[in-house]
């Protein structure tokens, strides 16, 4: 049974550093996509970086390249997002997501995932 157990997310100022961590178990890095969502109040579940776990193709939602970088390790089963230059539209709550079924290098969309943490809550204040 893969188990999906977040960290790392809090509260910041403008400007600041967050490093979220999400402890995989029972997940095979073989063939399948990880990625890092975000939810925040009244709005939809968003996807925020995805990993082709195979493969290792990234990718970012416009958002945040330049300020996340996503990566994993596969020795330690964890999958990282180190958040830089955060802004208060990055307030969310934080989810480590994953599935073993992508299209080629495509991991599809939020619905394509099964595997999901309970989430961390960032916090960035203006």
């Known amino acids: 049974q893969v188990q999906l157990v977040e960290s790392g997310g809090g509260s910041v100022q403008t400007g600041g550093s967050l490093r979220l961590s999400c402890a995989a178990s029972?997940?095979?890095?073989?063939?399948?996509?990880m990625g890092w969502f975000r939810q925040a109040a009244g709005k939809e579940r968003e996807g925020v970086a995805t990993i082709l776990t195979g493969g290792g193709v990234i990718r970012y939602r416009d958002a945040v390249k330049g300020r996340f970088t996503i990566s994993l390790d596969k020795a330690t089963n964890t999958l990282v997002l180190q958040m830089d230059s955060l802004k208060p539209e990055d307030t969310a709550m934080y989810y480590c997501?994953?599935?073993?079924?992508?299209?080629?290098?495509?991991?599809?969309?939020?619905?394509?995932?099964?595997?999901w943490g309970q989430g961390t809550q960032v916090t960035v204040s203006s």
């Open positions: 029972g997940y095979t890095y073989s063939n399948g996509c």
């Open positions: 997501a994953a599935h073993q079924s992508p299209r080629g290098t495509l991991c599809g969309p939020v619905e394509a995932y099964n595997f």
